[in-house]
């Protein structure tokens, strides 16, 4: 029985890095998160540690409300899984955030990625790699490809995935915000 979801947060923060890797890959969204609740409290990547140095990263908690996500625009999906699933989720991004100083961002596999050769490296990932084999190791979907030639936008064709929101972030986290008091319903896209 499917009780429990997990949240895709696809986004396009707008820094000179994205838009660099959107030349490349002529999508919307060049960044994939994963986090275990709807309100986003708590969002896992592997992106950028230092929010001006975007060459230092690793396993990251994102703050979805500061920094380059303050004016992001995104999309953010929902997938239904059984209690055992989620479980192991949880688990693994458990396991990783307690080692977090082991991990590091898989930059040399981003050129992997580009040359259609995955290049896997201990405990090195980047954002679509980490958020594939999460879903792997969770039993969620069945990945067809190496995670280290999943790209974000591979992420949101998952026809499991349902459309929660797509528009500005900071208007996701407003309508979270009127949701909880009972202001108002939750509009599904904002324009």
């Avoid at 990547?45 to 001006?52: A, D, W």
């Avoid at 690793?58 to 055992?84: M, N, P, W």
């Avoid at 990783?96 to 930059?107: I, P, T």
Wanted: proline share 2%.
């Amino acid at each position: 029985m499917k009780n429990k979801k997990l949240y895709i947060l696809l986004s396009d923060t707008g820094s000179l890095l994205t838009k660099m890797i959107k030349l490349y890959t002529k999508k919307t969204y060049n960044h994939v998160s994963i986090s275990l609740d709807g309100e986003l409290k708590k969002v896992y990547s592997f992106g950028r540690k230092r929010m001006y140095n975007p060459f230092r990263g690793g396993f990251v908690h994102e703050d979805t409300k500061s920094g380059l996500f303050k004016q992001a625009r995104c999309a953010i999906y929902s997938i239904s899984i059984s209690d055992e699933q989620f479980d192991r989720v949880a688990r693994y991004i458990q396991k990783m955030e307690l080692q977090q100083d082991k991990y590091h961002y898989n930059f040399i596999g981003l050129f992997g990625f580009l040359f259609n050769k995955p290049i896997e490296r201990k405990n090195a990932f980047f954002c679509s790699q980490f958020v594939a084999t999460v879903l792997k190791e969770g039993n969620v979907v069945d990945i067809k490809k190496q995670p280290g030639l999943i790209s974000p936008g591979d992420i949101q064709e998952c026809v499991e995935l349902d459309l929660v929101y797509e528009g500005a972030l900071r208007g996701y986290h407003r309508n979270e915000e009127t949701e909880r008091f009972g202001f108002s319903s939750f509009v599904a896209a904002e324009v």
